[in-house]
């Protein structure tokens, strides 16, 4: 029997340091980098619709789920490309626009769901490849989707959702975070001269444990020109306690790891605790 409604959840991503590759198409336009893919992302609820339709909403500390939106373009883009149409609802935790990887798991999410939904028969490949697609067309990201086809410590060596990635499952401990806003993801990755800039600012080693991996982070936010006033106080004040930490990227904020992260941050705004996703995308419900 069709279900009348299925629910997906996909883990958001945390980069570190990236570098834009162009391609010939979206496919093979993305970029390169590091970074954690995280156990806090997108659940999305898709049901069965003559119409599609799109509410956004995001989870206030007590539970509640406050809608700040009744459109995606991503989204309906995405829907439009597979020729269907259904009603979603993506409900997350974490602040939009921050450098979470959200766009990529709500396109994920919403995508899997729907596959389930209407029987569609597309596969991980294919489901991603549209996903990645949707969001180098948007200019919403250009390697959370890669990294979110699975969990860990990501180092993506390749572009897009074909290329090279090494995951490490090396954090145990918890991942915090403090943000300041959003940076608004497309004027940075539509701006030739910033970058340049952040391509000069690449690490040029790959990292080989998580310490190296914060190490290549904070030399990589230092010269790319996207640090923040706020965020360098946090990142000092990490540094003072002996705290891996690095920037958001691209967001106006700074991630830490270890049992001290979250008492570090708090004076600085509101933490939102989390920790390594050790999976993917997933289907959780159908009904």
């Not at 806090?40 to 909403?57: C, F, Y």
């Not at 991503?74 to 149409?85: H, K």
């Not at 940075?188 to 391509?199: E, I, K, Y």
């Not at 001290?260 to 995308?281: N, S, T, W």
Request: net charge negative; with cysteine.
């Amino acid at each position: 029997m069709t279900p009348a409604s299925v629910t997906a959840f996909c883990p958001g991503h945390i980069s570190g340091y990236f570098r834009r590759v162009d391609g010939h198409d979206p496919a093979t336009t993305g970029s390169i980098g590091a970074g954690i893919v995280i156990n806090e992302g997108v659940t999305a609820t898709v049901r069965l619709s003559p119409h599609s339709s799109v509410v956004v909403r995001v989870r206030s500390p007590e539970g509640t789920a406050r809608e700040i939106s009744r459109t995606s373009p991503p989204l309906s883009f995405a829907l439009d490309r597979l020729g269907v149409t259904v009603a979603v609802e993506t409900v997350c935790r974490l602040p939009i626009g921050a450098g979470f990887g959200l766009s990529a798991a709500a396109l994920l999410a919403t995508l899997s769901a729907t596959n389930r939904l209407l029987a569609l028969d597309l596969g991980a490949d294919a489901i991603a490849e549209l996903a990645h697609e949707t969001e180098v067309i948007f200019r919403t990201g250009l390697g959370d989707v890669a990294a979110c086809q699975g969990g860990g410590r990501v180092v993506r060596t390749g572009p897009g959702i074909h290329g090279t990635i090494l995951r490490s499952f090396d954090l145990d401990a918890p991942v915090c975070a403090v943000s300041f806003g959003p940076i608004h993801t497309p004027d940075v990755l539509g701006s030739p001269a910033q970058m340049a800039q952040v391509a000069a600012a690449f690490p040029q080693r790959q990292p080989k444990n998580f310490m190296e991996f914060f190490a290549c982070c904070r030399e990589f936010s230092a010269g790319s020109g996207l640090e923040t006033p706020a965020v360098q106080r946090v990142l000092a004040e990490c540094d003072r306690q002996g705290i891996p930490a690095a920037m958001t990227m691209l967001g106006d904020g700074v991630f830490a790891y270890g049992e001290r992260a979250c008492d570090a941050l708090r004076p600085f705004g509101e933490v939102y605790g989390m920790g390594m996703a050790d999976a993917g995308v997933r289907v959780e419900s159908a009904a």
